[in-house]
């Protein structure tokens, strides 16, 4: 290097600066370079790592179910990446989570884990799970600089949110026999002590008529080999286009759970481990003693082993369990619920005090002379902006749309609401009357 | 004059024919002592050291009737523990006060040379511009460590007098002895100094492209509230995790049980690529035009 450039550059200048330009061109090509090299990293590592889909040797669908159920893994820990695109309307101001969450507001500050889990229902979430057997479990989600924890030792749970120093008691259950229930009921009735392949054999079966159930590829998802179940409804007028599970193919274990909408784009849902280690978790990850100054709620009659279940099993989910939970959030809702029709394009009706009841119900009481008790006046402005209004031989209504789930809310009050098109609600609703 | 210094005592070394490492370190001694000594320095220092006792002061005021709900981080954290001020005081500063501090400093560096006019004394000594670049940004990276633990530490001591020190809840609600907590605080400003290390380099290649210290300034700070208006756009979801301050409250994630790496990682890694690239744009700039200040 010279030692006095300066004067050099001079030189050269008097040269007819040629060089200099050279030199120039040289020495602004380094953080050129040094750009490109970065951003040739970060576009190329993922390409690579999903060309990089390892070579297996194939595998059934049924051998591929059975080798799920079969799975016996009981530790592991882990992070997890929700992303959930529904496309839901934005509502004003947060209210979108707030009022899913039933709205206990107390300001947001609230470390039930119902609302705190209602929030993974929308938007991209990191989450930290551990588990070690059937009777302790930890789930995290990771903030921007606060966190929420939910710690279940056996009969005890706690939850933790950092944002407002808010510690939440209850009871869990003795044992795991709820968890298992709920695995079961999303199988077909009547499999008590099957092995895993006839387990599988009947899945497919109940499949047969409405899914297709098939062996699409194979995957690396967090550093593990994994086959790719790809599960497809067969009835027209589901809005679910499909449903990818990611299988480790070392153990069994769902490690990643897609379901894309018919009318395609990002999969409307995502999760999935973006690290995995299955040895056991340390015992302290379990432990929780409520920290000094935290404000303790207690809430004991909370369905909190129902989100538990939930959050930590979200890649798990099986073909059946998405619509099927649909209807069973839906079913909280109250009101006379009927359900029409099976598998994937099942409509849920609610009847009378749903809650279209409960916003056509200005409407209604005003026009109580009125049978039909159509929404007047600013009701009716409102529905018209939320939704589209639509007619059949039912009579008349509106039609909220997101990607995935479908509502018609009939004028006088009733609602079907189904992962299916439009058109099979009008025609739901048609046949209803 | 220190400048006067420098050349003089360059003037002494020039009998071996490169500057030996010792050299280098009494010309980096130097540039840090002109930085510090500066009376804009002092004060830039003085004013983040006030903003945490402006925090903590509003904390204690507001949480008087119920608790603190909503602004900056931790902020639910700090009235049981003194320490959590640290943490919101960083956090507090790490948008604005402290890459504006940073890029008064950076920015300064040559253009505020070229300025003075005393550029190109300094490079009459036998320093080679690379190596005066190299000393000039690792003064400045002394002044991104300066800057965050005086915010640091006022923070802690403002912490520690209105609120008291104890026993640390992290974030995941696992306790931990003040022992491991002022660890991990200290840990909290590394990384937020290191955070710091791209806007360094920022202002150091605008400081090459003007000959005046103010727009150089300017200019930075200007990049740097411009590229965190955009990291708020949600459109620009997809560019996002490519700006600089886009991972700074990563620093969070040193608070939790186990720590979680990934978005440290991923931010130490930007500000790594940041650093390089307008480091060598700075240097292809400076080793390349002509001082004629």
């Given amino acids: 290097m010279p030692r006095n450039e300066a004067s050099r550059v001079t030189g050269e200048w008097d040269d007819g600066g040629k060089r200099t330009g050279r030199r120039k061109v040289i020495r602004y090509g380094v953080p050129v370079a040094v750009a490109g090299v970065a951003a040739a990293t970060i576009g190329l590592v993922p390409a690579f790592a999903g ?46 989570a707030g009022a899913l969450g039933s709205g206990q507001g107390k300001g947001g500050a609230s470390a039930d884990p119902k609302d705190k889990l209602m929030e993974l229902a929308s938007g991209t979430h990191t989450l930290r799970v551990a588990a070690d057997g059937p009777d302790r479990q930890r789930v995290s989600v990771i903030d921007k600089a606060a966190e929420y924890s939910l710690v279940r030792d056996g009969a005890k749970v706690w939850g933790y949110d950092s944002g407002s120093n808010t510690a939440f008691r209850a009871t869990g259950p003795e044992s795991d026999a709820p968890k298992k229930g709920d695995q079961r009921r999303a199988m077909p009735k009547g499999l008590g002590d099957v092995t895993p392949q006839e387990l599988a054999e009947h899945v497919l079966d109940a499949a047969g008529d409405t899914t297709s159930v098939t062996v699409d590829g194979t995957a690396k998802i967090a550093g593990r080999d994994a086959y790719q179940l790809l599960v497809k409804p067969k009835q027209a007028g589901s809005t679910v286009g499909s449903v990818r599970i990611a299988v480790d193919a070392d153990n069994g274990v769902p490690l990643r759970f897609t379901l894309t909408p018919k009318s395609g784009g990002a999969p409307a849902v995502e999760a999935g481990f973006t690290s995995v280690d299955f040895a056991k978790p340390a015992a302290s990850t379990f432990a929780f003693d409520p920290p000094k100054g935290a404000k303790i709620v207690d809430g004991d009659r909370v369905r909190t082993q129902r989100h538990d279940d939930a959050a930590g099993d979200l890649p798990k989910g099986l073909p059946g369990g998405l619509p099927q939970g649909l209807h069973e959030a839906r079913a909280g809702d109250g009101g006379g619920l009927d359900v029409i029709g099976h598998g994937w394009t099942a409509i849920a009706k609610i009847e009378g005090e749903g809650e279209g009841e409960g916003k056509a119900g200005e409407g209604k009481e005003a026009a109580a002379g009125q049978k039909a008790g159509v929404p007047t006046g600013d009701a009716a402005k409102f529905l018209d902006s939320m939704g589209e209004k639509v007619t059949g031989s039912f009579g008349s209504g509106h039609v909220f749309s997101t990607r995935l789930v479908n509502a018609l809310m009939t004028d006088d009050g009733t609602v079907y609401v189904g992962a299916v098109d439009r058109q099979s609600l009008i025609k739901a609703a048609n046949a209803a009357k | 004059m220190s400048r006067a210094e420098t050349v003089v005592g360059a003037a002494e070394v020039r009998v071996s024919r490169g500057p030996s490492p010792l050299w280098t370190l009494g010309l980096l001694r130097n540039e840090i002592g002109m930085t510090f000594r500066r009376r804009r320095t002092l004060v830039l220092l003085a004013v983040l050291a006030l903003v945490p006792v402006l925090v903590g002061i509003a904390i204690r005021v507001q949480t008087e ?221 400076f080793t390349t035009r002509d001082i004629t200040a």
């Fill in chain 1, 51 to 96: 060309a990089g889909d390892p070579d297996l040797p194939e595998i059934s669908a049924q051998d591929l179910i059975a080798k799920v159920a079969a799975s016996d893994v009981q530790q592991l820990s882990g992070t997890v990446r929700t992303s959930t695109d529904l496309g839901l309307p934005e509502l004003p101001g947060g209210m979108g």
């Fill in chain 2, 65 to 285: 009737d119920g608790g603190a709900r909503g602004g900056p981080a931790f902020i639910s954290l700090v009235t049981n523990n003194g320490l959590f001020l640290v943490f919101t005081s960083l956090a507090a500063t790490l948008p604005v006060f402290l890459p504006m501090a940073l890029g008064v400093v950076a920015g300064d560096a040559i253009a505020g040379e070229a300025g003075a006019g005393t550029l190109r004394y300094l490079l009459v000594a036998p320093a080679g511009r690379t190596r005066l670049l190299l000393v000039k940004y690792a003064s400045t990276l002394v002044f991104c460590l300066v800057a965050t633990l005086v915010v640091a530490t006022s923070a802690l001591a403002v912490g520690a007098l209105l609120f008291g020190l104890g026993e640390v809840t992290l974030l995941s609600g696992t306790t931990v002895p003040l022992a491991e907590g002022l660890l991990r605080a200290l840990a909290v400003a590394g990384v937020v100094a290191l955070s710091l290390i791209g806007v360094a380099a920022l202002g150091l290649f605008v400081s090459t492209l003007t000959g005046s210290g103010i727009a150089a300034m300017a200019m930075t700070v200007g990049v740097v509230i411009t590229l965190q208006i955009l990291n708020t756009i949600p459109q620009l979801h997809a560019v996002q995790p490519y700006l600089f301050p886009h991972y700074w409250l990563s620093f969070a994630d040193l608070l939790r049980d186990p720590v979680y790496w990934d978005d440290i990682r991923r931010n130490l890694g930007l500000q790594a690529v940041y650093a390089l690239v307008f480091g060598s744009a700075a240097w292809a700039r």
